[in-house]
């Protein structure tokens, strides 16, 4: 069933997505960027928004380059965006090139494997189909090594079966307020796309925009940040927030001092409280350690003005927060609670869990009822 299709009234979670907000920060980080063009990100379902949506407000927005992570979320991309050019970072599968071609997606070539692959099968064809290689400054994931790249810049026959269109490496302490590992990077970047002069260059996630413009060469390739989450370690987050989680206040009721509450006992009431229960859990990708199974004690959730407090263990489909200092008008029975959004941010949350906006934002669950809001408008003529 279609969210059309399905009451409001029987939802205990939704998810509002703010494409507004979305096409906004892309223009700031594209303003950010200087000259360098402004790509995105839209791998792990669109930072788990929704590929296809994110993909369209950013394309309205003026982007014209998406970095997916799979040839599938490639597919889906190129559906939703057709003008724009579709990179996979997860790179080449064996016997795919022509799948590739045939949908018109631009394979990051990780490796020397993956060179010889596609240059094969340009051959076969007779055509230098464009691809971008991928240069390891250090990360040791994905990506030539300094001396497979020196043998490659060397072997002009290679090179020649297909058209390079990006170098591009991948910062792994970009958000570090000390930089040194960064511009280790930076200078081995720097050191290993001299070979290939002429081929636009690619090294900034969201963390290297805000490294700045020695970071920004000629492709910026931003995910989390066009989400609202932090890219920087240091907490300052100039982003609008993107996504808001709300669940629903499904009873009220009163526990009392010393009691406890929840699977494992693991919370022991000081006072005593009320207690909103709430439908959402880690079924809804909630994390549970954001409950009182965390060490970083309880998150938070906001209700009508008021920030509260978890109260015992996540459930799968439940959790508890004390009301005891909130005012009963502002708290009742259906009321809205924001799990994370503009009050609570996502990287708070994650924070408490031990995790990342990121694992967060790309783990959201399919049981939220979605809304899409604020659609960036297409006003070029056509
Ligand atoms: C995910 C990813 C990005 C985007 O990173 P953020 O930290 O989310 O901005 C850029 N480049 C590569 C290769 C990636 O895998």
């Not at 930072?47 to 979320?73: D, I, N, S």
């Not at 805000?210 to 989400?227: A, T």
């Amino acid at each position: 069933m279609s969210n059309a299709e399905k009451d409001a009234r029987l939802a205990c979670s939704r998810l509002s997505i703010d494409l507004g907000a979305l096409a906004h920060n892309w223009t700031y980080l594209a303003s950010k960027a200087g000259t360098a063009e402004c790509g995105a990100a839209i791998k792990g379902d669109g930072y788990g928004t929704g590929l296809a949506k994110a993909a369209q407000a950013l394309f309205t927005a003026g982007c014209r380059t998406f970095f997916t992570a799979v040839p599938e979320e490639g597919l889906e991309a190129r559906a939703a965006a057709p003008e724009a050019r579709v990179f996979v970072l997860g790179g080449l599968l064996p016997d795919a090139a022509h799948l590739y071609h045939q949908a018109g997606l631009i394979p990051v070539l990780n490796c020397v494997a993956e060179i010889r692959d596609w240059a094969a099968y340009c051959a076969s064809i007779d055509t230098p189909l464009p691809a971008a290689i991928h240069l390891d400054t250090g990360m040791n994931r994905m990506g030539l090594t300094p001396d497979e790249a020196k043998a490659l810049s060397a072997d002009t026959n290679l090179l020649g079966r297909f058209e390079p269109v990006l170098m591009m490496s991948h910062l792994y302490c970009g958000g570090d307020p000390d930089t040194a590992v960064s511009a280790r990077q930076l200078q081995r970047f720097k050191d290993m796309t001299a070979l290939f002069p002429g081929v636009p260059r690619s090294l900034a996630n969201s963390a290297g925009i805000f490294l700045g413009p020695d970071y920004h060469f000629d492709v910026v390739r931003p995910g989390i940040s066009l989400y609202g989450g932090a890219a920087m370690d240091d907490g300052e987050n100039p982003m609008k927030p993107v996504a808001t989680a709300e669940a629903r206040i499904l009873m009220l009721r009163d526990g009392f001092k010393g009691e406890t509450i929840g699977y494992g006992a693991s919370q022991t009431l000081t006072r005593d409280s009320r207690i909103a229960i709430l439908g959402i859990g880690y079924a809804d990708g909630y994390h549970r350690l954001a409950g009182t199974g965390g060490p970083q004690g309880p998150a938070n959730a906001w209700i009508n003005g008021h920030t509260v407090s978890l109260l015992g263990r996540v459930s799968m489909d439940l959790i508890a927060v004390d009301v005891t200092d909130v005012p009963e008008d502002a708290c009742k029975r259906g009321d809205w609670v924001e799990m994370f959004g503009p009050h609570i941010s996502v990287d708070e949350v994650a924070a408490k869990a031990l995790t990342i906006g990121y694992e967060l934002l790309t783990g959201l669950g399919r049981r939220y009822r979605r809304s899409y809001i604020n659609a960036p408008q297409d006003n070029t003529a056509r």
